[in-house]
């Protein structure tokens, strides 16, 4: 991730913005906006192999979505989230992210996952009820039709496992 991210991630999130938040937003596809040579807006897309009622599925995990607090509400994240909509088409099955913002989600196609969801460990999978509500996806190609209403499973990590 380029590090100027990083700064504008944390006053994003109000210096919420855990390593381990951070950790999670590496390793795929970054999409930053700028405005004369300054980063105003980013997301992240990254690989998760997620279950959908025991089936895997290729998704592409949004992560460290912000907007610097200065410039929120000018269309910036949205600018940023049509391209992760692209890449999420080009490279992966399905779109997938944990948020408290739906609204803002779903005005751009996204819907909220309605059964139950699970982490996947060592032990076997584990209920994660608190995650039930947060969870939204992007259904598109071969999972346009995938049940909303199906157990969903992520593989553990560090910090949020969703």
């Keep these: 991730m380029p590090v100027e991210a990083r700064p504008l991630l944390d ?3 109000g210096g919420r913005f855990a390593d381990t938040d951070w950790e999670h937003a590496l390793g795929g596809w970054h999409v930053l906006v700028t405005d004369g040579g300054t980063l105003v807006a980013h997301a992240a897309v990254v690989p998760r192999d997620l279950h959908v009622d025991g089936r895997p599925v290729d998704a592409g995990f949004v992560e460290a979505v912000a907007t610097t607090p200065a410039r929120q509400g000018e269309g910036l994240g949205t600018l940023a989230l049509r391209e992760v909509d692209r890449l999420l088409r080009r490279h992966h099955q399905l779109g997938a992210l944990s948020t408290g913002a739906h609204g803002f989600y779903e005005r751009l196609g996204w819907e909220r996952w309605l ?12 209920r994660t009820p608190d995650e039930d509500d947060g969870i939204m996806v992007l259904r598109f190609g ?4 995938v049940d909303l209403g199906a157990p969903l499973t992520c ?8």
């Design 142 to 145: 071969s999972t346009a039709t």
């Design 115 to 126: 059964g139950p969801t699970f982490v996947r460990t060592g032990e076997g999978a584990v």
């Design 155 to 162: 593989e553990a990590r560090a910090g949020d496992d969703w």
């Design 11 to 13: 006053v994003a999130f």
